[in-house]
């Protein structure tokens, strides 16, 4: 069974860092070339999408851009977080999408990813 597990979440200042840490089991990790993303829902917002993978490098939301960094190795992704502001205030959620290979080209909506985790918690304090 494939499992999805965020960790990392916690409070903090403005400026900031976090690493947020993702990891999918119930896999072979030969098996590890497929999409994953980081996606974010804060008080009252939809989720967004915020960082993934394409065949040329990593992809970032504008919001996350020069801010935030994303990284895998396998079936462990990160999201290092730095200069965090109030606004980052959100569950920051971890999602696979196992049917589709980076090499194909990965989706930023959550319609296309099928495994989800349940969320670690950042708050940033002003």
């Known amino acids: 069974q494939v499992q999805v597990d965020e960790s990392g979440g916690d409070s903090v200042e403005t400026g900031g860092s976090l690493r947020l840490t993702c990891v999918v089991s119930?896999?072979?990790?030969?098996?590890?070339?497929?999409?994953m993303a980081w996606f974010r829902k804060g008080p009252a917002k939809k989720r967004e999408w915020i960082a993934g993978?394409?065949?040329?490098g990593e992809s970032y939301a504008d919001s996350a851009k020069g801010r935030f960094t994303i990284s895998r190795d396998k079936l462990t992704m990160y999201l290092q977080m730095n200069s965090l502001q109030p606004e980052d205030t959100a569950m920051y959620y971890c999602?696979?999408?196992?049917?589709?290979?980076?090499?194909?080209?990965?989706?930023?909506?959550?319609?296309?990813?099928?495994?989800w985790g349940k969320g670690t918690q950042v708050t940033v304090s002003s």
């Open positions: 119930g896999i072979e990790d030969l098996y590890a070339g497929f999409c």
């Open positions: 999602a696979a999408d196992l049917g589709r290979p980076i090499w194909h080209g990965c989706q930023d909506h959550e319609a296309a990813f099928d495994y």
């Open positions: 993978f394409q065949p040329n």
